[in-house]
């Protein structure tokens, strides 16, 4: 008899019910990086370059992900080997003190570009899908199909220093190239140009990287995947009663015994003032 498994009822094994074929996406090569971004300048909204001119010193305040932008490209020389170009947009947050002694929020956009080196198989079969019609593509789309997909998971940065720096008076504007998706994510326009103060900040930065392709894998199933909790809701329930299934909270009324470790990355680095 043969040994090959295939789709259908498991009759040796009772803890098993069934092998299926499944499509799914299978993971060839991953990795994972911590990445220290030195000297990053933040370019700034118009309304944050005019209180930063105006302004005295400056407090970092937090440093968000915005958007990581992968590109997959063959090496020639190493079969079944791929670059992945990553490009990451940051929203970078600080307050300035003014002379006034007020606190004006500023923020501004930063932007970081790492390569990695992974490997992704060989794959010559172009596929397609009914969720993308015909007019949705262009030759570079189809093209790309048989190309491993890159996926990038990362977190928000930590900030490790925030300083402000005075411009050369004979710097030029420098051109950016940034998606419009990225310039709306800012309630005004980012200034590129060289004249003003310049905030320039290093982040702390974890990344994980894999390369997988689609494929069709035969797997064990033990038996349906069927919830076990009933759901919960609030809708015509007394609010009294709901809140009776509350538990009191008795640590916010009275201090730890011990101060646990932290457990939150960003809570290990406090920012800095420049």
């Known amino acids: ?155 928000d940065p930590i900030v490790l220093t925030l300083d402000v720096v005075d411009a050369c008076s004979d710097v030029t504007p420098e051109p950016l190239d940034l998606p419009q998706y990225i310039l709306d994510m800012f309630d005004s326009p980012i200034v590129s140009d060289g004249a003003g103060r310049r905030v320039i900040v290093t982040l702390g930065q974890f990344t994980i990287v894999r390369l997988e392709r689609d494929s069709q894998l035969l797997i064990p199933v033990y038996d349906y995947c069927m919830p076990e909790k009933a759901c919960v809701g609030t809708g015509g329930e007394d609010p009294c009663s709901l809140f009776n299934r509350i538990d009191f909270p008795v640590n916010e009324f009275f201090p730890p015994d011990a101060v646990c470790e932290l457990e939150d990355y960003r809570e290990m680095v406090g920012t800095e003032e420049a």
């Open 1 to 155: 008899m043969s040994s090959k498994v295939v789709p259908g009822p498991v009759g040796g094994d009772v803890s098993i019910r069934e092998a299926v074929c499944v499509h799914t996406s299978k993971i060839y090569d991953s990795c994972k990086d911590k990445d220290c971004l030195e000297d990053l300048r933040v370019y700034l909204t118009e309304t944050s370059q005019v209180n930063l001119d105006n302004g005295l010193n400056v407090r970092a305040r937090s440093a968000e992900l915005l958007w990581a932008s992968p590109m997959v490209e063959p090496v020639t020389f190493n079969r079944g080997y791929y670059t992945v170009d990553i490009r990451f947009y940051y929203k970078i947050r600080a307050d300035v003190c003014m002379s006034s002694g007020l606190i004006a929020p500023i923020e501004g956009l930063a932007s970081f570009t790492k390569r990695v080196l992974l490997f992704g198989s060989e794959g010559s079969a172009k596929i397609f899908t009914s969720d993308i019609g015909p007019s949705c593509v262009d030759r570079n789309v189809i093209d790309g199909t048989n190309l491993p997909r890159a996926v990038v998971e990362a977190v």
